[in-house]
């Protein structure tokens, strides 16, 4: 099965600065990449997320990386604010357009975001 | 915004007891999901639903795991005998496409402490 590894662990950043999160991927057939935001005692929340068939995606501060040939994608968050803290899963799915296959989620990265 | 609701927020019971989860999805959203997440761990994903019939599910939904949507409107996951190992936050989860999980919407979830 799908296996998707997340680093770092915990990214300590100055506000203002930029922050990267990378994952990598195993399955080839994963087409579908989200990333989750989760705050403390609080639901995942969909944050953006990117198709194989595209290679970057950005919504304002937020932006998706992906490199299908190296099974990596990032995310990438500039200007970072004190409420950018929070726990920030990357996932991946096969998503065949038909079933309705589960998401495989890293192990998520605590960013704190310095005053 | 139209929300995935879960009850109870918080359940703690004894080993060996049954336990029920309750969501009530969005009422558009065609394929729902359970995921869990044990403290400080990863959100993993349990199991998917569409009409009326499991989809897809993990390793972890083995046979003292069920679901079912008894009426059309709630959406209900069964522990029959809880062990230890399955405290941990459970999510529900629904979308529209069930293409992969796209766009997935969680609950406030349910903390189920085993005791």
């Known amino acids: 099965g799908e296996n998707v590894e997340q680093h770092p662990s915990t990214l300590s950043v100055q506000e203002g600065d930029s922050a990267v999160i990378k994952c990598t991927y195993s399955d080839s057939a994963s087409n579908y990449f989200p990333w989750y935001k989760q705050e403390l005692g609080k639901r995942p929340q969909l944050i953006i997320d990117?198709?194989?068939?595209?290679g970057e995606k950005k919504d304002q501060r937020i932006a998706v990386t992906l490199n299908k040939t190296a099974k990596h994608f990032s995310l990438h968050i500039t200007e970072t604010q004190p409420e950018d803290s929070a726990v920030y899963f990357c996932a991946a799915s096969i998503g065949s357009g038909g079933g309705a296959d589960g998401l495989t989620f890293g192990k998520g990265t605590h960013l704190i975001i310095q005053p | 915004e139209p929300e995935v609701t879960q009850t109870p927020s918080h359940q703690v019971t004894q080993m060996g007891q049954e336990v029920i989860l309750r969501c009530v999805p969005i009422s558009n959203h065609l394929y729902f999901y359970w995921y869990r997440q044990i403290l400080g761990q990863k959100v993993e994903f349990l199991v998917s639903f569409y009409n009326n019939e499991i989809s897809e599910k993990s390793e972890i939904f083995d046979d003292q795991f069920s679901v079912e949507r008894p009426d059309g409107s709630n959406f209900t996951l069964k522990i029959r005998s809880t062990k230890l190992e399955d405290s941990a936050m459970y999510f529900c989860a629904g979308d529209l496409q069930g293409s992969g999980g796209e766009k997935l919407f969680f609950g406030s979830g349910t903390q189920l402490s085993v005791l």
């Open positions: 990117i198709r194989s068939n595209v």
